[in-house]
């Protein structure tokens, strides 16, 4: 292992989060955006319908989630035997080049192909980035790594989201997609010159990887992630309408309302590292049940400023509290494949992040109101809580609360 001094450390886990935070910026500006895009991509059908056009538009959403489910397992087959630093490298030039076509694109298909390509890196970077972080940090340290990648994330909904909205509505959403691309290349940048070499796993393969979806255990706790975590992209995907048409405010208020979910997002992913790595059962049960009270609650209180604020805060709290939790645990169900555990839990999350804005959307063109996603949001995580009791109650021995020994960084 190299000798890595404490500066050295601290540089290296924050060149790989500031990677999340690109992730956390190319993830979520479109929800702050939709109904600018809606606007632009397609101005026949916005002015039909606003509602229905930006429920179209959510198909940007959609369409990265897919493209996630997509290129997180795939990539994690194909690059077994990659070092874990020159895939992170590999990936974030995809996102550069995927995200700079998003923003160039002339049309709403082309920008939709764009977004898919972008989207094919995510998965792979949170799996490679967060078990080079974990690996820093050493062992017994599997949720505080994730959480390392998740906290770049949750930095970026606390100030990135909100500044890049806020740039999106007022030199248009090309600009901001455009900007995100330049984080990447920032990002590429510092990796380059701070991150240590990590041997891939001893043995991996192609093969060894995908033997993970041998495992019941994985698609069940793939599962888990894929519909319980939907519950909360079912509130976040429409935050900037119901923003406006629920609680009455004016557009500007829509990075503020992102920025005080981002700080609860942030909050509950500090706090979720540490106790996942103490008990991941009690994380993920407990998680669950704070994300079902909080998303109910947003759907009463959401019309009033107050509540809107005080609502996305505590939704946004318990969505990151479970995140490290589902992440180990998928890691853990798969010991002998860890790039493809951490990389499916991104693509269950990114299914979750598909189905809760698509149902959301179904509701919503079906003409039952913006707040009704909220109602689709409890029933997708309450799904997601029994899924879980399952998975715990399946296995034959009890859920690992720390994970496997990762491999070192060698010298680079």
């Not at 505590?314 to 509290?321: D, H, P, T």
């Not at 009791?389 to 070192?408: G, K, N």
């Amino acid at each position: 292992m190299e000798n890595l001094t404490a500066g050295r450390r601290r540089a290296a886990l924050l060149a790989l989060a500031l990677g999340g935070f690109g992730l956390g910026l190319t993830e979520f500006v479109a929800m702050g955006l939709l109904p600018d895009l809606a606007r632009d991509l397609l101005p026949a059908a916005y002015a039909r319908s606003a509602p229905d056009a930006v429920a179209t538009a959510g198909w940007m959403i959609t369409i990265y989630a897919l493209g996630v489910v997509v290129g997180a397992p795939t990539i994690a087959a194909l690059t077994a035997r990659l070092p874990r630093r020159r895939l992170v490298i590999l990936l974030l030039a995809l996102f550069i080049v995927g995200t700079v076509a998003s923003a160039l694109a002339p049309t709403f298909t082309l920008v939709l192909t764009g977004r898919f390509l972008a989207a094919l890196a995510h998965g792979a970077y949170f799996g490679a980035a967060g078990l080079l972080a974990a690996s820093m940090l050493g062992p017994g340290s599997q949720g505080k790594g994730f959480a390392v990648v998740l906290g770049g994330l949750t930095a970026a909904n606390v100030f990135g989201v909100p500044l890049i909205t806020a740039l999106g509505q007022a030199a248009g959403w090309r600009a901001a997609y455009l900007a995100v691309a330049a984080v990447f290349a920032l990002t590429l940048l510092f990796v380059l010159f701070t991150v240590p070499e990590m041997t891939a796993a001893p043995g991996g393969s192609p093969r060894a990887e995908l033997a993970a979806f041998k495992s019941p255990h994985v698609w069940l706790a793939a599962a888990v992630a894929a519909v319980g975590f939907g519950g909360f992209f079912a509130v976040n995907s429409y935050i900037a309408p119901i923003t406006t048409h629920v609680t009455g405010l004016a557009e500007s208020y829509v990075p503020w309302v992102l920025a005080v979910m981002g700080i609860g997002m942030t909050a509950g992913n500090a706090v979720g590292g540490l106790t996942a790595d103490r008990n991941l059962r009690r994380s993920v049960l407990l998680g669950f049940v704070a994300m079902i009270g909080t998303i109910a609650l947003f759907g009463l209180v959401a019309a009033t400023p107050v509540g809107l604020f005080a609502g996305a805060f505590l939704v946004g709290f318990a969505a990151l509290f479970i995140g490290p939790a589902l992440q180990a645990r998928l890691i853990a169900v798969a010991p002998g494949a860890q790039l493809m555990g951490a990389a499916v839990n991104q693509s269950a999350s990114n299914v979750a992040n598909s189905a809760g804005a698509a149902l959301g959307g179904v509701v919503i063109a079906a003409g039952w109101g913006y707040l009704s996603s909220v109602w689709i949001g409890v029933a997708l995580a309450a799904t997601g809580l029994a899924l879980a009791l399952l998975s715990f109650r399946l296995d034959r021995h009890p859920a690992p609360t720390e994970a496997p020994r990762l491999p070192e960084p060698a010298s680079a």
